[in-house]
C-alpha cells in the first residue's frame, strides 16, 4: 500500500512540474542608454623567425612557452639580431694581456667583483634596451681574445681554420673579424636558461635566455673594428 501512494505522489509531482502555470513572457529589446563598452584591444604580434633564424624577441617567447620550448632548447638555433653591448670595453686592463699570463690576484671589475665572462648582447634593433639576449662561450677569458685580436687585426680575409686563433680553454675559435657593437649577426648555437662552460660557476637568465656560441654570420659587419679602448687611454 505504502508502494501505491509513493507512486502516486511523484505521479502529481511530475504533472506539477510540467505545468503551464508560468508561461514564457517575451521582453522587448533593451531601449535605454547602451553601456559604454571599451573596444577590443588589439594584441601586439611577434614575429618569431625571419628566414631561417629567430629574431631575439621570438627566441625569448618560445623559451617562455611551455609549448614551444623545446623546439629552442632542444637542439642549436640560429638568432638573428644587433650587438647593442658587448662587456669587452668594461674589462679592467690587469686582465687584457697575453695569454700564459695570469691575472694579477687583485684583478678585479670596477665594481669590486670577480672579472666576467666575454659576454655579447644581441637585440632586434639597433637601439633597442630590451629585450636582449647574451651571447656567451665565444672566447674564455680577455686575454684569448688580445691574441686573436693581435692575430685578426691586419688580416683582410678570414684565416683558415687550422691559422684561425684557438681558446685552448673552451677549445673554440674566437669570431673573425672580432665582434662590435652595431654589427647584425646571426649567433648558431646551444640556446637555454643556463650557461655552465664557466669555471667560475653557472651563469642563468631565465627570463632571456643565453646561447652559447658556435658560430657567428656578420650580416651587417660592425662599424668600426674591434679594439680595446682601455689599451688607448
Not at 13 to 37: F, I, Q
Not at 155 to 165: G, N, Q, S, T, V
Not at 203 to 224: A, L, M, R, V, W
Request: proline letters at 10%; aromatic letters at 8%; one cysteine or more.
Amino acid at each position: 500500500m505504502k508502494k501505491v501512494v509513493a507512486l502516486a505522489a511523484l505521479v502529481v509531482a511530475a504533472s506539477a512540474c510540467s505545468s503551464n502555470s508560468d508561461p514564457y513572457k517575451p521582453v522587448p529589446a533593451w531601449s535605454g542608454r547602451k553601456a559604454n563598452v571599451p573596444s577590443v584591444p588589439t594584441l601586439p604580434t611577434i614575429q618569431i623567425k625571419d628566414g631561417d633564424a629567430y629574431t631575439v624577441k621570438g627566441a625569448i617567447h618560445q623559451l617562455n612557452s611551455v609549448l614551444h620550448n623545446p623546439e629552442v632548447t632542444s637542439k642549436e638555433i640560429t638568432i638573428e639580431g644587433y650587438i647593442v653591448d658587448m662587456n669587452t670595453s668594461r674589462a679592467p686592463k690587469c686582465a687584457i694581456h697575453k695569454t700564459g699570463k695570469a691575472d694579477p690576484e687583485d684583478c678585479k671589475w670596477s665594481d669590486g667583483k670577480p672579472i666576467q665572462i666575454p659576454t655579447i648582447w644581441i637585440a632586434d634593433g639597433k637601439n633597442d634596451e630590451k629585450p636582449r639576449i647574451r651571447v656567451m662561450g665565444w672566447a674564455s677569458n680577455y686575454a684569448n681574445i688580445f691574441d686573436a685580436y693581435e692575430k685578426y687585426k691586419n688580416l683582410k680575409e678570414p684565416p683558415a681554420e687550422k691559422d684561425a686563433w684557438n681558446d685552448e680553454l673552451w677549445a673554440v675559435h674566437p669570431p673573425f673579424p672580432l665582434p662590435n657593437i652595431g654589427a647584425k649577426v646571426k649567433v648558431t648555437g646551444k640556446y637555454g636558461v643556463n650557461f655552465g662552460r664557466s669555471s667560475a660557476g653557472l651563469e642563468s637568465d631565465p627570463e632571456n635566455g643565453i646561447i652559447t656560441y658556435t658560430k657567428i654570420e656578420y650580416i651587417e659587419p660592425p662599424p668600426e673594428p674591434f679594439s680595446f679602448p682601455q689599451l688607448k687611454k
